[in-house]
């Protein structure tokens, strides 16, 4: 096996446990797990929460939440094990940066995000849930998956002759679906953002009805509340401690980005469609149509249904794969060096 495939390999597995991982701590985050162990790396002092639930057996003053604590530490397990296959993939990238086409700052650069995710994870935890530390471990952890995305593709593009060497007929339409593409993933982006400070603030349940909230076109509602982004240490942010006006103007606000990055991502699409350009970026602009579709979908089911716990996970599962489509069409449409 070559070394840009061994490389390709261990950066595919990557990209599938850090998907598990983004869908496994969205999880935790909403089944309100986040201090299942409260304190990091380990729980109660402990490697495994088996061990913190002896120590309960023996001391009346550890309460210990034996599902909430399994679910945290499995988490915790996963992203040990994806910080060494980085640090390998990096280690690889450098060795073989003469004979594979990833640069070796690329590599470093990944390793790079998975610390500043583990020290993000061990501040989400001692300063309990604070919404923009968790905000900013989910903009993370999104940002890794897609550089890790990014790298898959370009791999398979480097040993793509025909790919490679397809010039396009039209530049200009061309660059405009670039453009289209590339605002298409910046608005995405800040919608992420957005879902984020919405679950991080508990402020999903806040619109319960349907295409209005609270039965109003333009709630009440308390924009200037509802973004402070520090409200100090010393403050248990589980459960939320906004009032119900400053939750109805960040759902409302999600509900608003959702409407924009709607229309940011079908020009995008339909922009890519109407170019002459190779198939991949078609496939790439029908896929991220899809991944909207469902997501879209999942969104109008949470509200009708009450917002159950399930239905919450694939919502994160399902912004995920809309990101992994628009990073695709971006890079599809980008010339291969």
Same mark, same amino acid.
């Given at each position: 096996m070559s070394r840009i495939l061994w490389i390709r390999l261990l950066a595919s597995l990557a990209l599938g446990l850090c998907f598990l991982i983004v869908v496994l701590g969205a999880y935790v985050r909403l089944s309100d797990a986040g201090l299942g162990c409260p304190d990091w790396p380990g729980c109660y002092g402990h490697l495994t929460p088996a061990g913190a639930e002896h120590d309960q057996a023996l001391s009346a003053t550890t309460v210990v939440e034996a599902g909430k604590a399994w679910r945290e530490m499995i988490h915790r397990y996963a992203v040990g094990t994806f910080g060494v296959l980085i640090l390998l993939i990096a280690a690889l990238g450098i060795q073989w940066r003469r004979s594979t086409p990833m640069a070796p700052a690329y590599g470093i650069a990944l390793l790079a995000l998975v610390v500043v995710q583990g !020290?993000?994870?061990?501040?989400?935890?001692?300063?309990?849930?604070?919404?923009?530390v968790v905000t900013l471990h989910l903009l993370l952890g999104m940002t890794t998956l897609a550089a890790l995305w990014w790298l898959v593709l370009t791999l398979a593009r480097s040993q793509n002759r025909v790919w490679k060497n397809v010039i396009p007929l039209f530049a200009d339409v061309i660059q405009q679906a670039r453009l289209m593409a590339g605002i298409g993933l910046v608005v995405l982006a800040l919608q992420i953002a957005l879902g984020g400070w919405t679950s991080s603030n508990y402020?999903?349940?806040? &619109?319960p009805d349907l295409p209005t909230c609270q039965n109003a076109w333009w709630p009440h509602a308390d924009f200037r509340d509802a973004f402070v982004l520090w409200r100090g240490l010393g403050v248990n942010y589980q459960g939320g401690v906004l009032d119900l006006p400053a939750r109805i103007a960040i759902h409302f606000t999600h509900r608003l980005g959702a409407l924009v990055a709607t229309l940011a991502l079908v020009a995008a699409a339909m922009t890519t469609l109407r170019s002459r350009v190779q198939a991949?970026?078609?496939?790439?602009?029908? !896929?991220?149509? &899809?991944? !909207?579709?469902?997501?879209? &979908?999942i969104g109008i089911g949470m509200v009708a249904r009450g917002f159950p716990l399930w239905l919450a996970t694939a919502h994160n599962a399902g912004a995920a794969l809309l990101l992994l489509a628009t990073v695709a069409l971006n890079c599809t449409l980008r010339p291969q060096r």
């Open positions: !020290l993000l994870g061990m501040l989400t935890v001692t300063w309990q849930l604070n919404p923009l402020a999903a349940t806040a &619109c991949a970026a078609h496939t790439s602009a029908v !896929l991220v149509l &899809c991944a !909207l579709g469902l997501q879209l &979908c």
